[in-house]
């Protein structure tokens, strides 16, 4: 089975500081990705940056990044350069076979 | 370019009414199709997914059924709604060969009173 966890229920980033979410999970598969998707007060889940899991190089997307450290499981975000648009919730996510199964997620505020 | 549509977008429904959301896929062809349900101040608990015509797994027992009539659409059903059947049900669907990500739908809130 896979599961997803996400330690922090809520954060908050003064604008323009830099912020790192964490993400732990398990998965018994041997192929996988793991996701980033945030929320805005729309709902609309939006894809932030993927992971190919057999990729040991860490994925970046403009100001998104992560740290992904395979043997440890652990799938961190961090934001730099925080901007007010960035408040959401954001989830952790992970890929196996035909299913994405996502943490709780963590709710950040960016401060002016 | 594909899209997802999901409706209606909010939903007021009395407890033991039933219930319809539908969700279509435009653009691609046999997508693997969700259903999400994300209950206040939590996380997307999958409810059911389907890769084909007619194949529907159940990820949690409950009040709710799924059906996937055509190749793009996607129903959950239920005969007699319950007060916990409330949250807000997102529908996405995956398969673009180029991207390994789900893509979502605009979400449907569902009160139960």
């Known amino acids: 089975a896979q599961t997803v966890t996400q330690s922090q229920p809520e954060m908050s980033v003064q604008e323009a500081e830099t912020v790192t979410l964490s993400c732990t999970y398990d998965t018994s598969e041997s192929n996988y990705y793991l996701f980033w998707y945030k929320q805005p007060p729309s709902r609309q889940m939006i894809l932030v940056i993927r992971q190919e899991a057999y990729k040991q190089q860490n994925a970046t997307e403009n100001r998104f990044s992560v740290n992904f450290q395979k043997a440890a499981k652990s799938f961190s975000l961090k934001i730099s350069d925080s901007q007010l648009g960035d408040t959401a919730m954001y989830f952790c996510?992970?890929?196996?076979?035909?299913?994405?199964?996502f943490g709780t997620g963590t709710r950040l505020k960016v401060l002016a | 370019s594909q899209t997802i549509h999901q409706w209606p977008a909010t939903l007021v429904q009395p407890v033991g009414s039933p219930l319809s959301l539908e969700c279509t896929v435009e653009?691609?062809?046999?997508?693997?199709l969700y259903w999400y349900r994300q209950a206040a101040g939590r996380g997307l608990q999958l409810l059911f997914y389907s890769v084909g015509i007619g194949q529907i797994s159940s990820e949690v027992p409950q009040n709710l059924s799924a059906s996937r009539p055509q190749d793009r659409q996607f129903i959950l059903s239920s005969k007699k709604l319950l007060l916990s059947d409330s949250g807000f049900y997102l529908c996405?669907?995956?398969?673009?060969?180029?991207?390994?990500?789900?893509?979502f739908g605009q979400g449907t809130r569902l009160t139960v009173v």
């Open positions: 653009g691609t062809s046999n997508p693997n």
């Open positions: 996405a669907w995956s398969g673009d060969n180029l991207k390994p990500e789900a893509f």
């Open positions: 996510a992970t890929s196996g076979t035909y299913k994405y199964i």
